[in-house]
């Protein structure tokens, strides 16, 4: 399909195992070839919604097209694939999406992805404010977004996402246990995208 299409970006479905492999559960949500569309504010909104997944596996990159536009891992104690993801979407001249389930994913007990817990919080912590000053950095540096408000909404989003992450946890540990974690672990991350990000955020109700 990349060969064909010249895709920046295609991706392959996945199935997601439990505990056995007889209760895998295919993740797909289209039957057919599909291309994201080329807008913005459509792929902000895939973020969120719609069968485009975060994780890096089951997916191909066209090289040439991630040296362009300056794609990489960030140092993040968590989800580094979050913001990796995240600057495909909003930059790949064609992201096309393919209905073959390519990858068996299972999750191992004990790794950092299924950690739980104050650790996790503090991760999420840490992860949000590196993820934000990243993505702040590499979008003033992107001319793909020329006005301040997409650089300010790209910011925001990264912004919610960890957000939503760490109120998935507050919920299991208690909001003041998460906030006191959550507070030591942003001591010595940076601070002036973090805020930014997370006025523009509640101004604009994300």
């Known amino acids: 399909m990349a060969e064909e299409t010249q895709a920046d970006v295609v991706q ?11 209760d895998g559960a295919v993740v797909q949500g289209f039957k057919a070839p599909a291309q994201l569309k080329d807008d913005l504010q459509v ?26 536009h300056h794609i990489e891992f960030y140092d993040m104690p968590i989800a580094p694939d979050v913001t990796f993801h995240y600057q495909c979407v909003l930059t ?52 793909m ?16 996402f960890f957000r939503w992450k760490l109120r998935e946890l507050a919920k299991s540990l208690g909001e003041e246990e998460v906030f006191e974690a959550c507070m030591k672990a942003l001591a010595d991350e940076p601070k002036k995208a973090l805020r930014e990000a997370r006025a523009y955020a509640e101004l604009t109700n994300l």
């Open 12 to 22: 392959g479905m996945y199935q997601m195992f439990q505990k056995t492999p007889g």
């Open 43 to 68: 792929r902000l909104d895939f973020f969120f919604h719609g069968p485009v997944h975060l994780a890096p596996w089951s997916k191909i990159f066209r090289k040439a097209f991630l040296d362009e």
């Open 92 to 143: 790949a001249a064609r992201y096309i999406l393919i209905p073959d389930v390519l990858y068996q994913y299972r999750q191992r007990p004990g790794s950092i992805v299924t950690t739980s817990g104050m650790e996790r919080a503090r991760r999420y912590a840490v992860a949000m404010a590196r993820a934000v000053d990243g993505i702040t950095r590499w979008g003033q540096g992107e001319a």
């Open 145 to 160: 977004f020329p006005d301040a408000r997409a650089k300010h909404q790209i910011s925001a989003v990264i912004y919610t």
